[in-house]
């Protein structure tokens, strides 16, 4: 996987580990690409007592080798504001640029989840009869995080890796984490099987128990169902998980369906709507280059219409060639059968056979196919934005031959923390740490083992105090313990480029070509293993001098 952002601290701390273990000690396949570990290149005291002290010195030297290295970290931090590269690909060849609207064209703000998260706790109470006394829960916007995995037979939230392992640690019945002990006798281990896992837009279906949340609008579906399965676990009420998970969907489906969240945003735009993501000057910028620009999404005409007028202007479909509202994505990518239909200036449907689909006109339904046969948009000069991994990217990059784009607007808060020198110091030592580990774990004795344990035991809580750093209960996004999260898996498989924002886009002019960065397989040896691997990485002091 080529994963830019997400692996550049931990490149840079890999760097330091073994600068600080080459102050110490080697082995003797150093230098010989696919030798295993072998033996110590140092001579180490035979007695028990000499090699407890040794192991100690070799410590603090790795220590105060990480300490010293640490500045020069901190020297090449990477931009926020940068776009990351998972697969190579020049604007140049881009000639149609086509975006999703929701968190891709525009940005909400803090308020949006709280109201989602009241009306359908509010739809549960009034329309599903669940207790009254539930709404005393509040939406906490720091509980979840994306790409989480949930247990529909077991009523349990977790975080797997991209191996389908469960990340221990960060399993939640309710609102309590569930012991590691617990988890393994429940799963028979840590792993769960390809055919428990969630289906291939991350749905629990055709016998998948597992229910994967990839948009950005479940945060508050996580969090209102935690919580409920908290107030029936708190007060000992015998409940079906399953009846729960779709009451739930239920409700947050109808948040939307029935019209809401869109009246609300509607009624208070500037409340809901951050106005900070300059997508006009997105926009007018490829205008100006003589790009066609195309939207596709599933929000409703008006409330598109109105949105747009906000953050962009009056004018904002004449920077369109082709407007789509309501599409039901994935289903409009797949479903050859639904034909477009033209929506007047008053949201009235019209009847008329679409032979053309025209600038400046909205249109409604329709699929991919029909819009191919009609646009002749084909293949890899098309790039299409938007922020949900499945149902906006998936369909496109494995079945069309699109490029495709996603918006991650967490990237950037978790930028900014892999910059802070706390983190970059923290995982500085946790890979030299992991070093020493794997290094000294051929002293055998008891004195050297137990040693060992307590580095073992530093190591547990520094994973710990890592994961603290962006999520109390789940950590990263991209990153469980060690390995990518199930998320970034999709993300790398799905996405030839991804960037917080939209407005990246600015920082670039309309020819570059992004490169991935070649990141050394585990047999490979790094071609940066004796300096910080800042070659070709968007660095942040290089955005800042410019």
């Known amino acids: 996987m080529a994963t830019a952002a997400v692996v550049v601290t931990r490149g840079a701390c890999a760097w330091a580990a073994a600068a600080a273990l080459r102050g110490g000690c080697g082995t003797a396949a150093r230098g010989r690409p696919g030798a295993g570990p072998a033996r110590a290149l140092c001579t180490a005291p035979g007695t028990a007592p000499g090699m407890k002290r040794y192991l100690w010195e070799r410590y603090r030297e790795a220590k105060r080798s990480t300490d010293e290295s640490v500045p020069s970290i901190m020297s090449n931090l990477l931009n926020p504001d940068a776009i990351f590269s998972n697969n190579e690909m020049s604007l140049s060849d881009i000639e149609v640029y086509g975006f999703d609207y929701d968190y891709t064209l525009v940005f909400?703000?803090?308020?949006?989840?709280?109201?989602?998260?009241?009306?359908?706790?509010?739809?549960?109470?009034?329309?599903?009869?669940?207790?009254?006394?539930?709404?005393?829960?509040?939406?906490?916007?720091?509980?979840?995080?994306?790409?989480?995995?949930?247990?529909?037979?077991?009523?349990?939230?977790?975080?797997?890796?991209?191996?389908?392992?469960?990340?221990?640690?960060?399993?939640?019945?309710?609102?309590?984490?569930?012991?590691?002990?617990?988890?393994?006798?429940?799963?028979?281990?840590?792993?769960?099987?390809?055919?428990?896992?969630?289906?291939?837009?991350?749905?629990?279906?055709?016998?998948?128990?597992?229910?994967?949340?990839?948009?950005?609008?479940?945060?508050p579906e996580m969090t209102l169902l935690s919580c409920v399965n908290e107030y029936f676990l708190k007060n000992n009420i015998d409940y079906e998980p399953v009846h729960l998970y779709k009451d739930v969907k239920d409700a947050i489906r109808d948040v939307h369906i029935k019209g809401i969240m869109y009246r609300a945003i509607e009624a208070d735009i500037e409340k809901y709507i951050c106005y900070a993501e300059q997508t006009?000057?997105?926009?007018?910028?490829?205008?100006?280059?003589?790009?066609?620009?195309?939207?596709?999404?599933?929000?409703?005409?008006?409330?598109?219409?109105?949105?747009?007028?906000?953050?962009?202007?009056?004018?904002?479909?004449?920077?369109?060639?082709?407007?789509?509202?309501?599409?039901?994505?994935?289903?409009f990518f797949n479903d050859k059968r639904r034909p477009f239909r033209k929506v007047n200036e008053k949201g009235v449907l019209l009847?008329?056979?679409?032979?053309?689909?025209?600038?400046?006109?909205?249109?409604?339904?329709?699929?991919?196919?029909?819009?191919?046969?009609?646009?002749?948009?084909?293949?890899?000069?098309?790039?299409?934005?938007?922020?949900?991994?499945?149902?906006?990217?998936?369909?496109?990059?494995?079945?069309?031959?699109?490029?495709?784009?996603?918006?991650?607007?967490?990237?950037?808060?978790?930028?900014?923390?892999?910059?802070?020198?706390?983190?970059?110091?923290?995982?500085?030592?946790?890979?030299?740490?992991?070093?020493?580990?794997e290094q000294m774990q051929v002293h055998r004795d008891v004195e050297s083992q137990l040693v060992l344990e307590e580095w073992k035991k530093e190591r547990k809580e520094m994973r710990e105090m890592t994961k603290s750093f962006f999520n109390a209960q789940f950590g990263s996004l991209f990153r469980t313990d060690q390995n990518p999260t199930y998320f970034l898996r999709r993300l790398s498989r799905f996405a030839d480029i991804y960037m917080a924002s939209l407005s990246c886009l600015l920082n670039y002019d309309v020819s570059h070509t992004f490169y991935p960065r070649r990141t050394p397989l585990q047999h490979e040896l790094p071609a940066w293993s004796d300096g910080p691997p800042s070659f070709r990485l968007p660095l942040l002091q290089e955005a800042q001098a410019k």
């Open 351 to 437: 009847w008329d056979k679409i032979h053309k689909l025209q600038k400046g006109q909205i249109y409604k339904q329709g699929n991919l196919y029909e819009f191919l046969k009609l646009t002749g948009w084909r293949g890899s000069k098309v790039l299409y934005f938007g922020d949900h991994i499945y149902s906006d990217l998936a369909d496109l990059t494995l079945k069309h031959g699109w490029r495709t784009g996603a918006i991650i607007p967490e990237l950037r808060s978790e930028l900014r923390i892999m910059n802070t020198e706390q983190y970059v110091q923290t995982m500085a030592w946790l890979q030299t740490l992991t070093g020493l580990l």
């Open 108 to 219: 909400y703000s803090k308020h949006l989840h709280t109201l989602i998260f009241n009306a359908a706790r509010d739809l549960l109470i009034n329309e599903h009869r669940y207790p009254v006394e539930i709404r005393k829960y509040e939406y906490d916007p720091g509980f979840a995080i994306r790409g989480l995995h949930y247990d529909v037979q077991r009523a349990i939230l977790m975080k797997i890796d991209a191996f389908h392992y469960i990340q221990l640690g960060t399993v939640y019945r309710g609102l309590s984490v569930v012991p590691d002990e617990e988890v393994i006798e429940m799963y028979e281990g840590s792993h769960v099987p390809l055919e428990q896992m969630s289906d291939f837009y991350g749905k629990s279906s055709h016998g998948n128990t597992m229910k994967q949340f990839m948009d950005i609008f479940s945060l």
């Open 280 to 331: 006009r000057a997105v926009l007018a910028k490829l205008a100006d280059h003589g790009k066609k620009m195309f939207l596709i999404t599933n929000s409703p005409s008006s409330f598109v219409d109105k949105g747009m007028k906000y953050i962009v202007g009056k004018d904002w479909r004449d920077l369109f060639d082709v407007v789509i509202v309501q599409a039901e994505k994935p289903n």
